[in-house]
């Protein structure tokens, strides 16, 4: 019998656009024959059973290993830059994670979503009219939803939206491990004009702030602590680039899922109280982010298997 080969099964998922739109086979062969091995591919730790990553990603011994290299290598072998300078919440460790993330939750609320609730769904309502009931749902409707959304909560002025979109896009598509050179450049070249645009509109809502996400981060304070211009500017980027695609994904997938669940659709079509729970069910069934990763900064076992300090997953 050939051995079960783990990191050919992992390239397939990654690289093969067959497997990329259906994945779960595979993810059950590696459940079944490697829960947790270190892939020569990149030289992580890699975590194919659902109680193992929870621990994984749980354990307060690991978190972000960004600003301790200048590189990433993907699966192809490309080497990345690595951000340097401010780094956004994501890319941080607590204490400083724990601060950044203080001071913006002071002005990211619920209470700040909810009041945008009746311009969401205005947005909705516009969009799948030019949908006109049929068409290509994920380019005209999931694709500009997140974005526009995102830019309301932010308080970018509807006319600039537009230009906005495409410079969102790309800088995504750079974060995928499957980004070529091109995607790459591109998304450098972008995510320095969305700076340059957001720059721009700190200093008019500093002059003059408004009732939005920008203002709030702005003039966020914990006692004498407020995030640094850099600070408000990198972590608005990653409230577009973490907000965007994976809602984009999530909607083309809710729907994807329903054509293929007929019955399933027609419970939603007649009980609208059940929409929560289906949004879970697919976050659930098929998920937008199907990977994430940790360094370890201690050893740590996790299912019967030291992971050495030092190591990344
Ligand atoms: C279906 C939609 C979404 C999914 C599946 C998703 C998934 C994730 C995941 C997996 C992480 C990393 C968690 C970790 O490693 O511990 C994350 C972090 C984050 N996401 Fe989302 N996300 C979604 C929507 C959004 C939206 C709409 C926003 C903002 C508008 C957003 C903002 C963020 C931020 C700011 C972080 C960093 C949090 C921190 O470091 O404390 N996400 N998200």
New binding site residues.
């Given amino acids: 019998m050939v051995p079960f080969d783990p990191d050919a099964t992992l390239l397939k998922i990654f690289t093969d656009p067959e497997t990329i739109s259906d994945p779960y086979p595979l993810y059950a062969e590696l459940r079944e024959h490697a829960p947790i091995f270190k892939t020569e591919l990149v030289g992580r730790w890699v975590f194919t059973r659902f109680d193992d990553a929870r621990a994984l ?1 749980r354990d307060p011994r690991c978190g972000s290993g960004a600003g301790l290299t200048d590189e990433r290598v993907s699966l192809d072998g490309t080497k990345r830059k690595v951000r340097s300078g401010t780094l ?3 890319m ?1 460790n607590p204490p400083d ?1 724990t601060r950044v ?1 203080g001071l ?1 939750a002071r002005s ?1 609320t619920p209470r700040r979503v909810e009041k945008l609730r009746p311009e969401v769904e205005q947005m909705c309502d516009d969009l799948l009219a030019d949908l006109g009931g049929e068409g290509d749902f994920v380019g005209s409707v999931a694709f500009p939803l ?1 974005a526009n959304v ?1 830019s309301a ?1 932010v308080g970018v002025p509807a006319e600039d939206r537009e230009y906005l979109r495409p410079l969102i896009y790309d800088l995504t598509v750079g974060i995928e491990q499957t980004a070529s050179p091109e995607d790459l450049a591109a998304a450098e070249v972008s995510g320095a004009k969305l700076t340059e645009y957001l720059q721009d509109l700190v200093a008019r809502r500093r002059a003059e702030p408004q009732d939005d996400l920008l203002s709030g981060l702005i003039q966020a304070a914990g006692g004498e602590d407020m995030l640094t211009e850099s600070e408000v500017l990198v ?1 608005t980027s ?2 577009y680039a ?3 695609e ?2 984009t ?2 909607l083309g997938n809710a729907v994807r899922q329903l054509v293929a669940h007929p019955d399933q659709l027609e419970l939603l079509r007649n009980d609208r109280s059940l929409i929560p729970q289906a949004i879970e069910e697919v ?1 659930r069934y098929d ?3 199907q990977v ?3 360094h370890v900064f201690e050893d740590i076992e996790i299912g019967g298997v030291t992971i050495p300090a030092g190591s990344s997953t």
Avoid: E, Q, Y
Wanted: without cysteine.
């Fill in positions: 990603l956004p919440m994501l941080l994670h993330r913006v990211f997140p995102i909560l972590n990653l409230i973490a907000g965007f994976t809602t994904h999530l976050l998920p937008p982010v994430d990763g940790r």
